[in-house]
T-cell receptor, first 121, second 111 residues
Framework: DARVTQTPRHKVTEMGQEVTMRCQPI?????VFWYRQTMMQGLELLAY????????DSGMPKDRFSAEMPDATLATLKIQPSEPRDSAVYFC???????????????????FGPGTRLTVT | QKEVEQNSGPLSVPEGAIASLNCTYS??????FFWYRQYSGKSPELIMF????GDKEDGRFTAQLNKASQYVSLLIRDSQPSDSATYLC???????????FGTGTRLLVSP
């Protein structure tokens, strides 16, 4: 069955190291979202792409985070250098547009991947 | 003030009862509203969405939206222990495709 895949599922690294997380969206979904979830902040949007183009990355610390979508089957989120405060679960979601009326605006049904649990020591 | 607010809970209900989960939002122009369920250690999964005032029913779940009061709720009828999870409210704001999530309400359904 179609699902979003993420690798790695778990990552433990030392402060200062580079971390790369990968996401394979569901085939045919043209929108990809990156989220970070912590106990304190909950689920926060970091960036999202439509048709591989970045539309909003305002939630992402630009000095250390970068997100790309080199092709339709792969999205990446990179942290360099990593810090202990980056420890969180990172989710990727891919989306299909919902066919709603104009009052709802452009809205996506988002399917979440299993997440990457990152621990930075 | 947070954009989307939920009581963190836990909300405890006995099996078979109605669970009522509430969410308020600050952006009066918000257009569509989503409820996600997240089991411990798992990813969020969409339960239902609503964008018109009133009620929307899907099986045991009913979403209720009141835009004038900036309030959206989720009712779970005949609650089951398998409904025990954290329920996340998400709001799509005016002009954006992104969702803003609340921090979730933990629901515990006891047998």
């Amino acid at each position: 069955d179609a699902r979003v895949t993420q690798t790695p599922r778990h990552k433990v690294t030392e402060m200062g190291q580079e971390v790369t997380m990968r996401c394979q969206p569901i085939l045919g979904h043209n929108t990809v979202f990156w989220y970070r979830q912590t106990m304190m902040q909950g689920l926060e949007l970091l960036a999202y792409f439509r048709n591989r183009a970045p539309l909003d990355d305002s939630g992402m610390p630009k000095d250390r985070f970068s997100a790309e979508m080199p092709d339709a089957t792969l999205a990446t989120l990179k942290i360099q250098p990593s810090e202990p405060r980056d420890s969180a679960v990172y989710f990727c979601a891919s989306g299909l547009p919902l066919l709603l009326d104009k009052s709802a605006g452009r809205t996506y049904e988002q399917y979440f991947g299993p997440g990457t649990r990152l621990t930075v020591t | 003030q947070k954009e989307v607010e939920q009581n963190s809970g836990p909300l405890s209900v006995p099996e078979g009862a109605i669970a009522s989960l509430n969410c308020t939002y600050s952006d009066r122009g918000s257009q569509s509203f989503f409820w996600y369920r997240q089991y411990s250690g798992k990813s969020p999964e969409l339960i239902m969405f609503i964008y018109s005032n009133g009620d929307k029913e899907d099986g045991r779940f009913t979403a209720q939206l009141n835009k004038a009061s900036q309030y959206v709720s989720l009712l779970i009828r005949d609650s089951q222990p398998s409904d025990s999870a954290t329920y996340l409210c998400a709001v799509k704001n005016t002009g954006f495709q992104k969702l803003v999530f609340g921090t979730g309400t933990r629901l515990l359904v006891s047998p």
